[in-house]
């Protein structure tokens, strides 16, 4: 009696994944860079740099895991775009006024 039990990575798993990783590393980046000018001290401190730099991978890896919490790889894409934009809207709005 055989039985054929193999089990298929489902299809918007590779979307969810291509999100996470994605658009997920360019999120942690923009974050840090909020962190970085929103941060105590502005963008001035020498060592803030040093943390920016070490905070970036953490976060990208919380993005990438909680990519594969949405119902869909689609709306991985999605949602994790619209942060994005976000993010990066804020930041080049920060860096015009505080700049």
Not at 9 to 19: E, F, M, T
Not at 40 to 61: C, H, S, V, Y
Not at 78 to 93: D, Y
């Amino acid at each position: 009696m055989t039985t054929n039990n193999t089990k298929h990575i489902k299809p918007h798993w590779w979307r969810k994944s291509i999100a996470g990783l994605v658009l997920g590393y360019t999120l942690a980046l923009g974050l840090a860079g909020l962190f970085a000018w929103y941060g105590p001290g502005g963008i001035a401190p020498g060592n803030k740099t040093q943390f920016n730099m070490w905070i970036i991978a953490p976060m990208w890896m919380l993005i990438f895991s909680l990519s594969f919490l949405f119902k869909t790889g689609n709306r991985a894409l999605i949602w994790l775009t619209i942060a994005n934009i976000a993010t990066f809207g804020l930041l080049n709005v920060t860096r015009v006024y505080l700049a």
